[in-house]
């Protein structure tokens, strides 16, 4: 089985660059905030929550900063986040280049918090290429926390994969990649599309295009598991402890004549009590259920 190495988005320096951004594009983010103000010196978490307060009380102004009193230590470095704040709040801020000036800002923190800094520039000359790829900061944003890259965060090694390994990919991340065999799992109405897409045609529509993302990610052999029903927790002891699935709305019976349909048989305990049942035509009950434990 193959997984990634570190995830990118781990990575410190990766996370810190992003919570700036995070809070430039929301100002009410207060997890982002309270990491952002922490980076310049003298401002610990009790400085840093006291101008958290400070930016609330003024309804989250990035102007408001100015009258903050701001600790000895952390004034010149103030100043400075104070106009990289001021530029990336403005509503009609083109998108283009703003990675570059976080990490101007950014920089000589990173330097003082963290070692290795060579190998972490090269995470962050990453970030900026990827995100020229967008054409807003939101969409950048959105896109990266539902297809996250992954990276090594250091010098890379020799690589460690067996001859035969099962890759595990959401859709997302499987864009633009194949396989000689792809399995998708569930593909039941809950699953595709989502229960929570259910309620709009147009997201219909995008689960719809998800499925066939997924669907010719295949070289050679596509699998689609249809579970015919669900294990449930927390039931009476008389429930049967499941659900029945549905096939997904999006596998009509068009689609699916073109596969070869296959069919789990079952455990030999099943087979035994149906070869009971046509000897006898009734069967011990209490036993069979004692063979199957």
Not at 144 to 171: F, K, M, N, R, W
Not at 186 to 194: E, K, L, Q, R, T
Request: aromatic letters at 10%.
């Amino acid at each position: 089985m193959k997984y990634g190495g570190l995830k990118f988005l781990e990575a410190a320096h990766v996370r810190d660059l992003l919570a700036i951004l995070r809070w430039a594009d929301n100002p009410r983010n207060q997890l982002a905030a309270f990491r952002v103000l922490q980076f310049m010196p003298g401002m610990g978490p009790a400085n840093a929550k006291r101008a958290l307060d400070h930016f609330i009380a003024n309804d989250h102004q990035w102007s408001s900063f100015e009258k903050f009193d701001t600790p000895n230590d952390a004034k010149v470095p103030f100043l400075r986040f104070m106009d990289l704040y001021n530029q990336l709040g403005q509503p009609d801020r083109e998108w283009r280049g703003q990675i570059y000036m976080i990490r101007e800002w950014y920089k000589p923190h990173m330097e003082r918090l963290y070692e290795h800094v060579h190998t972490r520039i090269g995470d962050l000359d990453q970030l900026e290429l990827l995100s020229s790829q967008y054409q807003t900061r939101e969409r950048f944003l959105t896109e990266l926390t539902l297809d996250p890259p992954h990276s090594t965060s250091d010098l890379a090694g020799q690589p460690l994969l067996d001859e035969d390994y099962l890759v595990i990919s959401t859709i997302h991340s499987a864009k633009g990649m194949e396989w000689d065999q792809v399995y998708i799992l569930n593909v039941v109405d809950g699953s595709f599309p989502s229960e929570f897409a259910t309620g709009k045609a147009e997201l219909i529509e995008e689960e719809r295009r998800l499925l066939y993302v997924a669907m010719t990610r295949a070289r050679n052999e596509l699998t689609c598991v249809v579970p015919l029903r669900f294990q449930i927790t927390s039931q009476p002891k008389t429930s049967d402890g499941h659900v029945y699935g549905a096939r997904s709305r999006f596998l009509t019976e068009k689609v699916v004549k073109c596969f070869d349909e296959q069919t789990f048989q079952g455990s030999n305990v099943d087979v035994k009590i149906e070869a009971a049942t046509a000897d006898s035509g009734a069967i011990d009950v209490a036993s069979r259920l004692k063979q199957m434990w």
